[in-house]
């Protein structure tokens, strides 16, 4: 099932928006396995935004770094560590995907803000496929508090803190919150989730907030 993305910018922090994630979002492996025993979890409402938008909580963010590509991202609360793929936009306008066979690669949306540079950046993958769980299948198990870090081409690695962790029905996606533009360096991370219908696949998305926190 195709999820189609259109693309928009705002000055000064290159986003997309989008109604859902992007392809594979049709359960691939649960269709194959018999469905609902290994549906991927699913964020509680206790990890969702408590204010307007939690900016910074109790953490304050670090300073802005200059744009680097980046080459790696680690979630060590749900055991990510993958490489990463950049992403463009396809002749229809929807956001590229990883390939569906190389189940821990995720990709980051490349024409976009770079993560750790002011601005809001995009880092999306595969929640599972036809063999099974890929990277980012526990993504709704996230916690607020925990640690994502992305390491970046010049060398930095980019510490992002989590902010909230929800899941949004593909027909009401909050494309502005989820994509708008940052005045400061946040992070989204997303895979598919929301529920899950053997007939129509996932119904929607899983959304990881997260700001920087630290780099080293």
Same mark, same amino acid.
């Given at each position: ?9 705002? $000055?000064?922090?290159?986003? &997309?928006? %989008?109604?859902? =994630?992007? *392809?594979?979002?049709? #359960?691939?492996? @649960?269709?194959?396995? /018999? ?34 590509? $980046?080459?790696?991202?680690? &979630?060590? %609360?749900?055991? =990510?560590? *993958?490489?990463?793929? #950049?992403?463009? @936009?396809?002749?229809? /306008? ?46 709704? *198990?996230?916690?607020? #508090? ?57 119904? #929607? ?12």
């Amino acid at each position: 099932m195709r999820r189609r993305f259109r693309r928009i910018r705002s $000055p000064g922090n290159a986003a &997309i928006a %989008a109604v859902t =994630v992007f *392809a594979l979002c049709s #359960g691939m492996w @649960l269709l194959s396995s /018999g469905a609902g025993t290994h549906a991927p979890p699913q964020p509680s409402a206790a990890q969702a935004h408590t204010g307007r938008y939690d900016r910074g909580g109790a953490r304050t963010a670090a300073p802005a770094l200059p744009p680097s590509p $980046p080459d790696r991202v680690r &979630i060590p %609360a749900i055991g =990510v560590d *993958a490489p990463l793929t #950049g992403l463009g @936009l396809t002749a229809t /306008g929807s956001l590229e995907v990883p390939p569906a066979g190389r189940k821990n690669l995720a990709g980051w949306y490349e024409a976009g803000t770079t993560p750790g540079e002011t601005g809001t950046a995009i880092i999306a993958g595969h929640v599972d496929n036809a063999d099974g769980p890929a990277v980012f299948y526990s993504l709704g *198990a996230l916690r607020k #508090g925990s640690t994502i870090e992305v390491d970046r081409r010049d060398g930095g690695v980019a510490v992002f803190t989590v902010d909230a962790v929800e899941a949004y029905d593909a027909q009401v996606f909050p494309d502005a919150k989820v994509y708008g533009a940052a005045t400061r360096p946040e992070l989204r991370v997303i895979t598919c989730g929301g529920g899950y219908s053997r007939t129509t696949g996932y119904q #929607g998305n899983v959304v990881v907030y997260a700001h920087l926190t630290g780099s080293r």
